[in-house]
C-alpha cells in the first residue's frame, strides 16, 4: 500500500489491474482508495491521482463530513454521542443505561453488545415514533393502519393502505431531523407522490425542509 495527502489527510491506496477500459477511482469511508486500471496498459499513477486531486479533494471533503451512526465505540442516541462501556453481569437487572454520555452495557451469555443495542434503539424509535404519530396525523387529519419499524435503508416508507415503517436507527437522529421524516411518511397519507403540493405543505410545517434533508445525507450506519 503507497499514500498520498489530500487535504491534510493520508490516503492510502492499492492498485489492482482488471479487464476493464478505463481507470477508475474508488475512495471508500475509510479514507483508503483503490484505484482500478486497464490490465496491458502502462498507466502513470502518480499521473492520474495528479489529475484526479480536484475529485479526490471533493470526495475527503464529503467523507468528512459524514456522521457514523454508530461503530464499535460509540452509538448516537437523539443527534448526542454516546461512549459505549460494556460490562459483563450474570443476569443483569437492566440491559443499557445511558448516563452523562455514556451507554452502559450489561451483556451476559444471552446477550451480546450489539442485540442489546438494536432491542434498544428499535424500542425507543418505536416510543418515539408513536408519540409524533399521534401528534401529527391530527394535525394532518388523516389516519393510518399500521406502524412497524424495519431494518432497511430507508429512513421510513408508507404503502397506498396506510402501513407506515421506518428504520429502527431513527431514534439515533436528531429530534428534529427524525420528526422531518415521520411527518414525511404521514403526509403520504395524503399525497401518495413527491409532488409540487407534496413538497410545499411539507415546507409550511418545516421551513427548514431543504436543511434538514442535506443534513440528514450526512448520516450513515
Ligand atoms: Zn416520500
Redesign the pocket.
Known sequence: MKNIEIEGKKISFEVKSKDVRYVYLKLKPDFSLQVTVPRNRDVDINKILEKKRPWLEKKVREISQKIKIFDKNTVLYRGERFEIKTYYVKNPEKRIRLYKKVAFVYEDSDKKKEEILMEFLERETMKYVKERVEEFKNELNVTYSSISTKNMKKWGY?TKDGKISFNWRLICLPERIADYIIF??LL?LRHFN?SKQFRSEMEKYFVDSREIKKTLKRYYS
Request: glycine share 0%.
Open positions: 408508507c414525511h411518511e403520504h413527491h
